[in-house]
């Protein structure tokens, strides 16, 4: 029975495997590992190469004369957020690749520089109205005066009808012998001879004057009251200047204000009057600048009466005197600016001034 059955058995076992005759096989045995796949890459040419990492750091640029925020704001545009500062060294910090800190290094010299100073003179005079016209200047806003304008030394846009007139060296000595001669008779009074330094570009400013209370009336949501504010009232003079290349003409932007307290008895309280002018002019160093037509007016009231007797019914007017007066006061403000130079001290700017003096 078994010889029967065996050859049906290895009969039924055998794997049947048929290939076309015009076909590629290959026959894999599964007791054999078969090789490893492998897979094809494209070009080496065709890959992109990465891009070299940055390599940023982080460095401190100390100014000796520049002031760092000034610096910074100024180069902000160009290195963005990645430029700071410290304030306490006067130092910038950057933080960047070497292209930027190249860049930083190669404009630093040309903004950390020395800049010429200006010292500015200024001289502060009351005349009274009547007597101003000895001056021989008129500060019409629709006339120019003759002898102003034949001593104008700059531009035709340095006398702007505005009460400021520049003039040659020689015309201010006149003007100033004249204006002495008033101070001398008591005529003319100085308030002040301040003198200021700045540097291109900054304003410099002067107040002589007093913080007088002035009541006000303000509402809220209780109610309103009455709240006491401290004005300014006096003579305030602002000059921002800036120096030419060649170091001898200066270009300044000049606000003038005269303020006057004015009591009124009624409310017992002040009202504040202003007089304001704005001039800009481009002038020499060592040349005068003068700014008139500041008027301010004064008016007073006195009463003078005899005790007891002043009280009397209808009689007491007759033991009364009442006096009104008004003045009329126009302030005249004498510019004189110097270019020094960075770091001069005052004993050499003073030994300058007097060989200007000197040769006028």
């Given at each position: 029975m078994l010889k029967r059955f065996f050859p049906l058995i290895l009969?039924?076992?055998?794997?049947?495997?048929?290939?076309?005759?015009?076909?590629?096989?290959?026959?894999?045995?599964?007791?054999?590992p078969s090789p490893a796949a492998t897979i094809s890459k494209p070009p080496a040419a065709n890959i992109p190469a990465a891009p070299p990492p940055v390599c940023e750091r982080l460095a401190c640029y100390p100014l000796s004369y520049a002031r760092?925020?000034?610096?910074?704001?100024?180069?902000?545009?160009?290195?963005?957020?990645?430029?700071?500062?410290?304030?306490?060294?006067?130092?910038?910090?950057?933080?960047?690749?070497?292209?930027?800190?190249?860049?930083?290094?190669?404009?630093?010299?040309?903004?950390?520089i020395a800049t010429r100073q200006v010292t500015l003179e200024a001289k502060i005079i009351a005349v009274s109205r009547e007597d101003s016209k000895n001056l021989g200047v008129r500060w019409d806003w629709d006339t120019i005066p003759q002898r102003a304008q034949e001593t104008n030394n700059g531009d035709s846009d340095s006398?702007?009808?505005?009460?400021?007139?520049?003039?040659?060296?020689?015309?201010?000595?006149?003007?100033?012998?004249?204006?002495?001669?008033?101070?001398?008779?008591?005529?003319?009074?100085?308030?002040?001879?301040?003198?200021?330094?700045?540097?291109?570009?900054?304003?410099?400013?002067i107040f002589?004057?007093?913080?007088?209370?002035?009541?006000?009336?303000?509402?809220?949501?209780?109610?309103?009251?009455?709240?006491?504010?401290?004005?300014?009232?006096?003579?305030?003079?602002?000059y921002a200047p800036i120096i030419s290349e060649d170091g001898k003409m200066v270009t300044a932007s000049v606000h003038t204000e005269v303020s006057t307290p004015v009591l009124i008895s009624e409310l017992k309280n002040y009202r504040i009057t202003s007089r304001t002018a704005d001039t800009n002019v481009r002038m020499y160093s060592g040349e005068t600048l003068v700014i008139g037509g500041l008027i301010s007016e004064e008016q007073q009231r006195t009463m003078q009466k005899v005790p007891f007797l002043s009280k009397i019914p209808l009689l007491g007017e007759l033991f009364k005197n009442r006096s009104r007066s008004h003045?009329?006061?126009?302030?005249?403000?004498?510019l004189?600016?110097?270019?020094?130079?960075?770091?001069?001290?005052?004993?050499?700017?003073?030994?300058?001034?007097?060989?200007?003096?000197g040769n006028n």
């Open positions: 009969s039924s076992l055998l794997l049947t495997l048929t290939i076309p005759c015009n076909a590629q096989s290959t026959l894999i045995n599964p007791f054999v760092a925020k000034d610096v910074q704001e100024a180069l902000t545009p160009h290195f963005g957020t990645k430029l700071g500062l410290d304030t306490i060294t006067n130092s910038l910090i950057l933080l960047g690749d070497e292209q930027n800190h190249a860049r930083l290094r190669q404009l630093l010299p040309k903004l950390d006398s702007n009808y505005d009460g400021s007139f520049k003039f040659w060296r020689g015309f201010s000595f006149r003007f100033n012998a004249t204006l002495n001669a008033l101070i001398n008779s008591g005529k003319a009074r100085i308030l002040a001879t301040p003198r200021i330094i700045t540097i291109p570009g900054k304003e410099a400013s002589i004057g007093d913080h007088i209370p002035v009541q006000t009336e303000k509402h809220d949501s209780s109610g309103s009251y009455t709240a006491t504010e401290y004005l300014d009232a006096g003579i305030k003079l602002q003045s009329k006061t126009e302030v005249l403000l004498l004189t600016p110097h270019i020094t130079e960075a770091g001069a001290s005052p004993a050499i700017y003073n030994e300058g001034l007097k060989k200007e003096e």
